[in-house]
């Protein structure tokens, strides 16, 4: 079988991968919107203390603050009650695990070496795949059916030579994931510019008009409503890291770029131990990730 018919993307990967990068990326939604939603309901309710519309016997701006502090408060009950951030974190460390399982076993890597007859091998998949699904079980719900079958396109991959493996794993596995790297650091590296710029002629706003105030041509006070938008955009930023992702990003990007050459020459008594360090590569990245936000790479067991 040519290597161009053989392929191992997302879509082939075990059930459980799907399951966890399913849960993972609805914990995200609700823990961006939910953050999104409390900076909101904060900024407006800053708003509405800096302005005043009576009508009747009624502060109509006082009723934005209200409504704004009721949103703010929901979304704080929501963000804390059943924090979405850890079920994002748990979720994605769990796909991302067996996501290098199953490149490793496609591939014939440490531990899944070519020489274990196929059902030692399967059998070995299976337990580390059970493993990774009793770890991550509080935020991942079983998929239906068999999640830790290896699929046909593993199988297929598995079964090919090692020059086919080689050409598969460095086309789809390194070669894509370092263009994501490549693409998200750049993607990062514009994102905390932009926000940093708005940030800082927010805070230039905010001192111009509190020295037209104190000159006394200005008369409505926007500084709570400034220092709302500011603090909201800090969080925002403290949540994305998008600082801290363009370094991560970037340096592994670097480190995949320079793992292609050791790839490309590798021997098949080396293959196996090459890929096992590309694929601690990719790992070390996903685990500085984890533990910049959270103590979920402790229960994963990186």
Known sequence: MPADSLRLDDAELPGFFHAADTASLRGQRTALWGNRIRSAGAVAAAIGGAFTLVVGEFDLWALVTLFGFITAIGAELVLGVRPPERKWYLARAGAESVKTLSWRYAVCADPFFVDLPPGDAENLFRKRVGQVARQVSEAVAPPQGDGAAPSEAME?????????QREVYLRDRTRAQRDW?????????????????????????????AALRFAGLWD????????????????????????????????????????????????????AAVVADAEEAISREHTMWLASRSDVNEQIGK
Do not use: M, P
């Open 220 to 271: 409505i006070d926007l500084a709570g409503v400034l220092a709302a938008f500011i603090g909201a955009g800090a969080a925002w930023l403290a949540l994305k890291q998008h600082t801290t992702l363009e370094s991560a990003y970037s340096l592994t990007a670097s480190e995949l770029q320079k793992q292609d050459a050791t790839l490309t020459s590798a021997t098949e008594r080396e293959w």
């Open 156 to 164: 297929a991959l598995r079964a090919a030579t090692t020059a086919q």
């Open 181 to 209: 790297y490549s693409r998200k650091a750049t993607s990062n590296a514009r994102a905390s510019f932009a926000w940093r710029a708005t940030l800082v002629g927010a805070e230039l706003v905010a001192i111009a008009l």
